[in-house]
């Protein structure tokens, strides 16, 4: 199956490519040029990690052994078999993401990545080391860390901003173990980290590093194909649960909410509709920066605003990248004009697009966003109503499902998807249900446990106790010297 990019159709590349690649080379994002189909019904039978091979190997055919490759990357890590569990809550069905070796609902694609591209790599004969970059505001520079973490071939170096994450993200990346990885804090914020990031890419010489050291550079951000065909399987999963639990019976559609950043992970939900999956509306929730739902709403896209820092910060963002492949299929594949929109988001920091596109986006997508205040009020009214403890993240999503409820009165089944852990963010959920602290954001996570007896995953248990092993703190434009250097 052949890829090109969302901005034209004149390199064609076959899927391990795609994968290895991560961007294409006019700067757009890889589309299949024909999206595959699937035996839903089959695929609906099966357990969590045949559900997964079968979807994953649809979307990137050229990969080989993918059940082989599905089984390493997720044999163990998370804490169920299932991976993914939904929780009936009385009210919506939450899909839980956070099961997995970090607590972030990137662990999902980021454990499978390291396997696609490592067995990408082994295919197409390339004999140098790939250098995997990443720019992060938290969560998936600890759930790359941990994917990528002794993985042969490979090595991959994170850049936080320096007082940027939350104490216990911090301890989640500088306590990270293995001989391939790297942890560095920039002096700056998380755009002064993604800029340095991009500056390295665009000083590298034919995708390697100057100064002779040829490493291929990668990243292991959502722009990759190979990090959003493994979010297809869990919309699967979820329905296949409705199903079981005699909820729904099969065609019924589904309604989801994702809280969103990068557009990804709703991405995929789109993705698994188009494969067959009987979907209705994909509720797209945002936090305080709500660029989306003006988006979705009046089709303008107008990046020309300030960032705000809110307690959901994995969704503080202005520009998502995941988009671009939205416009793309939207626009029924007329890349001529994704390559217009995108120049224009660049040169002039807002576009609008047709309005045939705006009103097909909106058969498909609603769009709301929750505020800070009102994102804290649903993790203790969920908590005392449904006895369900949720994170910001998850808890800007129910809020906005509840708002979506309430001005569509479409009562079709929710499932509200969960993306971190509430121990990511402890200082927020604890505040939530107990006013504001003074504790340490470790004590406040035993307080938590004590409180709401939902247990502290293991992963982030022991974290105050663990050695940390990269401490290191950079000026913003020493990030190249840093990785020469590596
Ligand atoms: C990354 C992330 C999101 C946003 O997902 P996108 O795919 O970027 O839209 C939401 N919540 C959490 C906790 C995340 O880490």
């Given at each position: ?6 901005r034209?159709?004149?390199t064609?590349?076959?899927s391990?490519?795609?994968v290895?690649?991560?961007?294409a080379p ?9 999206l ?5 019904a ?20 050229d ?21 993914t569990?939904?929780?009936?809550t ?9 099961r997995?070796?970090t607590?972030?609902?990137k ?5 499978m ?6 067995k990408?790599?082994?295919?197409k004969?390339m ?8 720019a ?21 170096c994170v ?19 293995g ?7 920039v002096?700056g914020n998380f ?39 493994p979010q297809?399987?869990?919309?699967f999963?979820?329905?296949a ?24 992970d ?20 945002s936090n305080a920066?709500?660029?989306l ?15 705000h ?9 202005l ?5 671009e ?6 626009s ?6 994704v ?6 988001l660049?040169?002039e ?26 994102a804290?009020?649903t ?18 999503g ?22 971190a852990s509430?121990y ?12 504001e ?5 470790f004590a406040m ?14 992963n982030l248990s ?5 050695k940390?092993r ?17």
């Amino acid at each position: 199956m052949l890829y090109h990019s969302t901005r034209s159709v004149d390199t064609k590349v076959d899927s391990a490519q795609a994968v290895l690649s991560g961007l294409a080379p006019d700067g757009g994002l890889y589309v299949p040029q024909q999206l595959p189909t699937i035996d839903v019904a089959a695929c609906l039978q099966e357990d969590t990690m045949s559900m997964a091979a079968r979807i994953i190997g649809a979307m990137l055919p050229d990969i080989e052994n993918m059940d082989d490759l599905v089984r390493k990357a997720y044999t163990g890590k998370f804490q169920t078999e299932e991976l993914t569990p939904t929780v009936d809550t009385g009210k919506f069905t939450v899909l839980e993401l956070f099961r997995g070796p970090t607590s972030a609902f990137k662990d999902v694609a980021l454990c499978m990545l390291p396997q696609l591209l490592t067995k990408a790599k082994t295919q197409k004969g390339m004999a140098e080391d790939i250098l995997i970059l990443t720019a992060t505001s938290g969560d998936t520079g600890k759930a790359a860390l941990a994917g990528f973490q002794d993985v042969a071939g490979v090595k991959i170096c994170v850049f936080y901003p320096d007082g940027g994450v939350s104490k216990v993200q911090r301890a989640q990346m500088v306590t990270q173990e293995g001989s391939n990885v790297a942890v560095c804090a920039v002096k700056g914020n998380f755009d002064d980290a993604q800029t340095g990031v991009k500056n390295i890419f665009a000083a590298a010489e034919n995708g390697c590093l100057p100064g002779g050291n040829c490493s291929r550079l990668s990243t292991a951000n959502s722009i990759n194909i190979g990090r959003l065909a493994p979010q297809i399987t869990y919309y699967f999963k979820a329905y296949a649960d409705l199903l079981k639990r005699g909820r729904i019976t099969m065609g019924d559609k589904v309604n989801f909410c994702v809280p969103t950043g990068n557009f990804g992970d709703i991405l995929a939900g789109w993705l698994a509709k188009k494969l067959g999956l009987p979907v209705g509306k994909l509720v797209c929730a945002s936090n305080a920066n709500n660029i989306l739902t003006e988006f979705i709403r009046t089709g303008t896209y107008d990046r020309r605003r300030p960032l705000h820092k809110t307690i959901s910060p994995s969704m503080d963002i202005l520009v998502s990248s995941n988009l671009e492949r939205l416009l793309f299929f939207m626009s029924g594949g007329d890349t001529a004009l994704v390559a217009q929109l995108m120049g224009k988001l660049n040169r002039e920091g807002v576009y609008t697009v047709p309005e045939e596109m705006k009103d097909a986006i909106s058969q498909e997508f609603w769009a709301g966003f929750c505020d800070d205040a009102q994102a804290s009020k649903t993790i203790e009214k969920v908590f005392k109503e449904q006895n369900y403890l949720c994170d910001t993240h998850t808890a800007t999503g129910w809020a906005v499902a509840e708002s979506y409820v309430a001005e569509t009165g479409d009562h079709r089944p929710m499932v509200v998807l969960s993306t971190a852990s509430p121990y990511k963010f402890p200082a927020a959920v604890l505040t939530a249900l107990e006013g504001e602290q003074t504790l340490d954001e470790f004590a406040m996570m035993d307080r938590l446990q004590e409180k709401t007896g939902v247990p502290i995953p293991q992963n982030l248990s022991g974290l105050q106790e663990k050695k940390e092993r990269h401490t290191g703190v950079i000026e913003k434009d020493k990030m190249l010297e840093f990785v020469m250097n590596l």
